[in-house]
C-alpha cells in the first residue's frame, strides 16, 4: 500500500466517525509521535548510584539464577 493510498484510507476512515471517535483518534496518533523514555543525560545523573559490591551481587545473582531451564516447571 503506497503512503498516498495509506493517507487516503485513513481519511476516509475517520470522516466516517463521529467527532468524540475523530478526537480519540487524533489523541492516539498524538501519542505515537511522542517521544519515549528519558534523554540520556538524565539518566547519566544515576551513573555511580549503585556501589561495586551491590552490583557484584546482583550480577551474580542473575548468573546463577537466570541462566537455568527447569524443564519440569512447565
Do not use: M, T
Given at each position: 500500500m503506497s503512503e498516498r493510498t495509506l493517507q487516503s484510507e485513513l481519511l476516509?476512515?475517520?470522516d466516517?466517525?463521529?467527532?468524540?471517535?475523530?478526537?480519540?483518534?487524533?489523541k492516539f496518533?498524538?501519542?505515537l509521535a511522542e517521544p519515549k523514555g528519558r534523554p540520556g543525560n538524565e539518566?547519566?545523573?544515576?551513573g555511580g548510584a549503585i556501589?561495586?559490591?551491590d552490583l557484584s551481587a546482583m550480577t551474580e545473582a542473575?548468573?546463577?539464577g537466570c541462566e537455568q531451564v527447569n524443564a519440569?516447571?512447565?
Open positions: 476516509d476512515q475517520l466516517g466517525l463521529p467527532l468524540e471517535k475523530q478526537r480519540q483518534v487524533l496518533a498524538r501519542s539518566v547519566l545523573l544515576f556501589d561495586s559490591e542473575i548468573e546463577d519440569d516447571e512447565w
